[in-house]
């Protein structure tokens, strides 16, 4: 090859190479070489691009009961600071989630376990923009066979890596303050949705978002004092448990 058939083709290569500029955020997940079907592991999710691949959806697991995100096991300590669909003329548009926050009020609640609604496949765990904080998305297989997500907003902490199962009541990071510009509290999500996808946290319309407290409730499906432990958390913690509760107990 020619000098100048090899500078030819460096000049191409260096135009192609400016044409098409590297992926803004690393890209991880089950299936790496298929970039389009990864999640990213950091950063704003590119909705173009980042959808569940056919090989994660079928590993979402089946969720047969939900549990409140926060306080005990029934909810209760916490209270719902903002509730979904209230209308916020400060940010323009309707809340999408439940602010639930713990009773003491402001950061009383700060550094508290966030917990696994239901039996889930982790599709999102990172902080894709200053206003959300650390956010935790996971995916459920309802028992309708609807498939829903849960979304974590603001977390102090992640305490699960994108890809994992977890098992209802497994503590999935910490309440926070999304780096301190509010004051400590769960912003928590449900969607009818089998996309990966952050969005804003108000819309005037509702996007596939479910109202959380009522959806949880509905699906519930487990009398109020049942505390009994998710199957799934057992097998993955089998020495832990879940954090919500005691380990399971032998028959009695
Ligand atoms: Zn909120």
Redesign the pocket.
Same mark, same amino acid.
């Given at each position: 090859m020619s000098l100048a058939a090899v500078a030819a083709l460096l000049v191409g290569l260096l135009w192609r190479a400016g044409k098409h500029p590297a992926p803004p955020s690393e890209w991880v997940g089950l299936q790496e070489s298929d970039a389009p079907l990864a999640m990213p592991a950091s950063g704003e999710v590119d909705e173009r691009f980042a959808f569940l691949s056919a090989w994660q959806r079928a590993q979402i697991p089946r969720a047969g009961r939900f549990d409140p995100p926060m306080g005990t096991d029934h909810g209760g300590l916490t209270y719902n600071a903002?509730a979904f669909w209230d209308m916020n003329d400060g940010r323009g548009g309707r !809340?999408l $989630?439940d602010?639930l926050n713990g009773i003491g009020g402001m950061d009383t609640d700060l550094g508290d376990p966030v917990r696994a609604t239901a039996d889930g496949l982790v599709v999102y765990a990172a902080d894709p923009a200053p206003g959300w904080g650390n956010i935790v998305i996971l995916a459920h297989r309802a028992a309708d066979g609807r498939l829903l997500q849960s979304m974590y907003?603001h977390l102090d902490r992640i305490d699960v890596v994108p890809g994992a199962l977890i098992g209802r009541g497994m503590r999935l990071g910490a309440v926070g303050t999304a780096h301190g510009s509010y004051p400590a509290h769960l !912003?928590f999500e449900m969607r009818a949705s089998d996309e990966l996808q952050i969005g804003g $946290?108000y819309a005037l319309q509702p996007l596939g978002r479910l109202d959380p407290s009522a959806t949880v409730e509905s699906l519930r499906n487990a009398a109020d004092d049942d505390r009994s432990p998710s199957l799934l958390a057992c097998l993955l913690a089998p020495k832990a448990g879940p954090v919500s509760g005691a380990a399971p107990k032998a028959a009695e």
């Amino acid at each position: 090859m020619s000098l100048a058939a090899v500078a030819a083709l460096l000049v191409g290569l260096l135009w192609r190479a400016g044409k098409h500029p590297a992926p803004p955020s690393e890209w991880v997940g089950l299936q790496e070489s298929d970039a389009p079907l990864a999640m990213p592991a950091s950063g704003e999710v590119d909705e173009r691009f980042a959808f569940l691949s056919a090989w994660q959806r079928a590993q979402i697991p089946r969720a047969g009961r939900f549990d409140p995100p926060m306080g005990t096991d029934h909810g209760g300590l916490t209270y719902n600071a903002q509730a979904f669909w209230d209308m916020n003329d400060g940010r323009g548009g309707r !809340h999408l $989630g439940d602010d639930l926050n713990g009773i003491g009020g402001m950061d009383t609640d700060l550094g508290d376990p966030v917990r696994a609604t239901a039996d889930g496949l982790v599709v999102y765990a990172a902080d894709p923009a200053p206003g959300w904080g650390n956010i935790v998305i996971l995916a459920h297989r309802a028992a309708d066979g609807r498939l829903l997500q849960s979304m974590y907003a603001h977390l102090d902490r992640i305490d699960v890596v994108p890809g994992a199962l977890i098992g209802r009541g497994m503590r999935l990071g910490a309440v926070g303050t999304a780096h301190g510009s509010y004051p400590a509290h769960l !912003h928590f999500e449900m969607r009818a949705s089998d996309e990966l996808q952050i969005g804003g $946290g108000y819309a005037l319309q509702p996007l596939g978002r479910l109202d959380p407290s009522a959806t949880v409730e509905s699906l519930r499906n487990a009398a109020d004092d049942d505390r009994s432990p998710s199957l799934l958390a057992c097998l993955l913690a089998p020495k832990a448990g879940p954090v919500s509760g005691a380990a399971p107990k032998a028959a009695e």
